[in-house]
């Protein structure tokens, strides 16, 4: 069984920064390709970043130059830095496999950007 466990978010001012983590349990994190996705309040579910299993990065053009994915094998961990923070980036983040897992989505952590 998958299970991945984001946490991270929180409220923010725009222009501040946040750091998520998603935490999987068993071996199959190494072998994945992986990627965080959002969904803002009214709109569909999103890619934001992907990552290979062996850790090259490709974020999507609404987040580059803001956002950074990263990935630890050996704690079987994922990291999404998040800078420059603006309003529209408020979302509940998840974190699953690319492409995604139905079985696998998560609660996800809700991210707020607000003055």
């Known amino acids: 069984q998958v299970l991945l466990v984001e946490s991270g978010g929180g409220l923010v001012q725009p222009g501040g920064s946040l750091r998520l983590s998603c935490a999987a349990s068993?071996?199959?994190?190494?072998?994945?390709?992986m990627g965080w996705y959002r969904q803002a309040p009214g709109k569909e579910r999103e890619l934001v970043a992907r990552?290979?299993?062996?850790?090259?990065?490709n974020v999507t053009s609404s987040v580059k130059g803001r956002f950074t994915i990263s990935r630890d094998n050996d704690k079987n961990t994922m990291y999404l830095q998040m800078n420059r923070l603006t309003i529209e980036d408020t979302a509940v983040y998840y974190c699953?496999?690319?492409?995604?897992?139905?079985?696998?989505w998560g609660q996800g952590t809700q991210v707020t950007v607000s003055s």
């Open positions: 699953n496999t690319y492409p995604p897992l139905r079985a696998a």
């Open positions: 068993g071996s199959f994190f190494k072998v994945y390709n």
């Open positions: 990552i290979t299993s062996g850790g090259s990065p």
